[in-house]
Structures are given as C-alpha cells and as structure tokens.
C-alpha cells in the first residue's frame, strides 16, 4: 500500500501542477471556456448559471481554481496538511469526473480544457483521463498515513507552500494584466497564418451504392467497381458517402476579416508585402480606451513611415465608428469573428505586428510599445 501510495502522489501531484501551471499563465483562456460550461448548465439544469452575476465570476473562479489546482498538487508532493488536500482532491476531481462524462454524452462542450490550450482532449478522453486519476486519488485518500512530509520542520513546509501559493497567484495576476508568458495558441509569434490555415487534412471518402435484395430484403453496399448485375434480384435504393479515414481541420480555421462593404480582405492582408500593424477589440463595448492614446499616436508614426494599420473587431461597424470618433483613432476596421480574436490575443485592445502573414510580436493594452520601440527591435519603417 505504501509503495502504491508514492507513486500514485508522484504522478498525481505533478499532474495537478502541469495541468494547473497552463491555466494560471491563462487565465483568461479557461474563463472563456467556464463561459461555455455556464451557459450549457443553464441549458440543462438552472438558468441561474446563464445570468449576468454568474457570467462575471467566470475569470474569479478561473484564477481561483487553477491556482488552488497547483497549490493541492504542490502540497500533495511535499506532504503538507495530508487531510485537507486529499479532501479537496477527492472532491475536485468527482466534481471534474461528472464534468467530464456529461459533456462528453451531451456533447456540447468539445473540449474540457483540462490542460488549457497546450493540449487538446476529446470529452471522452477526458473523462477515461479522470476515472484513471479518481482511483489514484482513492489510493492516496485512503492510504493518506502513508504521505510523509519532505520537509520535516512544519514552519518550513507551510512558509513552503505559502511562498509557492503567493507566487502561483501573483504569476496568474501578471498574465492576466500582461499576455501569458508562454503561448500554446495557433496565434503564437512566429507562426505564419497562411500556413495554418491550409494545413488541415482532407476525410478520405469512397461512396457507396446500397440495393436491396427484392428476393430475400438483404440491404448490402456495394462499391462503384462492384455493382451487382442488373438483371439480377438487386434494386438500387441510394448513394451514400462512405469515411474511410477521418479528416482534420487546419489549425486556424474560421478566420476572415471582412470589411464595412462585405468583401473580403483575407488574403489581402494575409499576403501583403511588409509589416502591418493590427489592432485587435474583439467586444467595443468591453475595451480600454485608455489604451488608445498610445495606438492613436503608433498609428500615427506608423503611418508617417509608410507602415498600414487595421483594426479587427466583432462588434458592429456602428459600435465601432462610435470608437473611433471618441478616441480619434484614424484607423480602418474591419470584422473578425469574436473567437478568433479573443484567441489570437489575450487583451481588449491588444496589438500585433504582421509580416506577410507571419506573427512577429504581440501587446497587451497595458504596455503598448512606442513606434521607436518597434523600429529599433523590428527594423520597422524600413521596408
């Protein structure tokens, strides 16, 4: 049982803190994904959970739980407060268990984000991944006399924990405000979008031909070098379209950026020639227009540098022109959808600078650079 115990604390414990670690450096990401959660459980069991009150505590619990997530799985690897963290183990993970099996028979939330944007589980993966660590859990509840403490001085082992709890919080609060430090998103600098938007894999279809035997009822398909005779006892009923092999999306996909007269500027910008600078508001409504003193004044030298910048937004064109007359920005939006844009940056307004398609740098709204900023890293303005 001891020996059980160990491992089971081992890879329970690091688990827990690898799964953690990639939702505190986003929090915002699994907000987003609790905001889906909410409005199925709204659906489904209490339209409570849809209201406004609940929505707004989406990014709270977010950074609660992920940080309490690390903490458990911290305090499990240095046995502290045995008791209390195989408690909240146990009850943290039937709660995720029953998350877990009811999106993946209802399917309405595809991805559980479990181990946020850094790795992507179908529902049912996630819920065999939660049975699995549930009967480790049990292991560790019930053999709990078995932890013992790496640290042997108890002031030690709470300032220990108190320290990495600290910091576990502070590290979420910095890339809330900031962008998280490391980015497991399509949307990473140094990806070129073009290319992830044609990377995905077709399905391997074959069509079938199904006929009924007038004879006996069989219903057989048949392929099209395989057609039964036709003066035999098959009758042809229909055509169907047989996936021999599953196909697989780009890596970014449902993203267009159109303008106010409905064409679409996509590839314009995707493939144009140079730097440009993009400003990115995916809700109007919900934007710091602090923040667009320094885009108004970047857009500006930029443009004295013959350097073009755009503005993406999911709000409407009306919305978006109220903005830009109140904060003077003499910038052209055009529309993105929503979620494409709270993925490519986590800030509202964020900025990135492209390159022919290539993402070269990326700023959250509190630490918008000066155009010499950029033109001494980027060589910016001369191209």
């Given amino acids: 049982m001891k020996v059980a115990v160990s491992i089971s604390r081992v890879l329970v414990g690091l688990l827990f803190i690898v799964s953690g670690f990639v939702k505190v450096i986003d929090p915002l990401g699994f907000s987003y994904k609790l905001d889906k959660y909410f409005v199925v459980f709204s659906d489904y069991f209490f339209s409570f959970f849809g209201s406004d009150f609940m929505m707004s505590l989406t990014l709270p619990f977010s950074v609660f739980f992920t940080v309490l997530e690390m903490v458990l799985g911290f305090a499990l690897l240095i046995g502290v407060f045995r008791k209390l963290t195989t408690w909240l183990m146990l009850v943290l993970i039937i709660f995720f268990t029953f998350l877990t099996g009811f999106t993946a028979i209802t399917g309405e939330v595809t991805d559980c984000g479990c181990f946020g944007d850094a790795l992507k589980l ?65 949307y990473k600098i140094g990806a070129h979008m073009p290319t992830k938007m044609n990377d995905g894999v077709a399905p391997e279809i074959e069509p079938v031909l199904v006929y009924k035997n007038t004879e006996t009822g069989e219903v057989k398909e048949f392929s099209s070098s395989n057609i039964p005779s036709s003066d035999g006892p098959w009758e042809f009923k229909e055509r169907r379209d047989k996936t021999l092999k599953e196909g697989t999306l780009p890596t970014i996909h449902d993203f267009s950026i159109t303008g106010e007269d409905g064409k679409s500027y996509t590839d314009q910008f995707l493939n144009r020639k140079g730097y440009l600078l993009v400003i990115i508001a995916h809700d109007i409504s919900k934007t710091n227009k602090d923040a667009y003193e320094d885009l108004r004044k970047l857009a500006k030298k930029a443009d004295d540098a013959g350097i073009k910048t755009i503005g993406l937004s999911s709000s409407s064109f009306s919305k978006i022109d109220d903005l ?40 959250p709204d509190l630490s918008i650079p000066a155009f010499k900023t950029l033109k001494s890293k980027y060589n910016i303005g001369n191209n």
């Fill in 324 to 363: 830009r007359h109140e904060v003077q920005l003499p910038v052209t939006f055009y529309q993105t959808d929503g979620i494409q844009l709270k993925t490519m940056i986590r800030s509202n307004p964020g900025l990135m600078l492209w390159k022919e398609g290539t993402i070269l740098g990326k700023w």
């Fill in 122 to 186: 179908t529902p049912w993966q996630s819920f065999y991944k939660d049975i699995v660590l549930t009967a480790l859990i049990l292991i560790i509840f019930f053999g709990k006399k078995h932890i013992e403490p790496i640290i042997r001085v108890p002031a030690i082992r709470h300032t220990v924990l108190g320290v990495f709890t600290v910091a576990s919080f502070g590290l979420s609060i910095y890339c809330l405000a900031y962008l998280p430090i490391i980015d497991f998103r399509p």
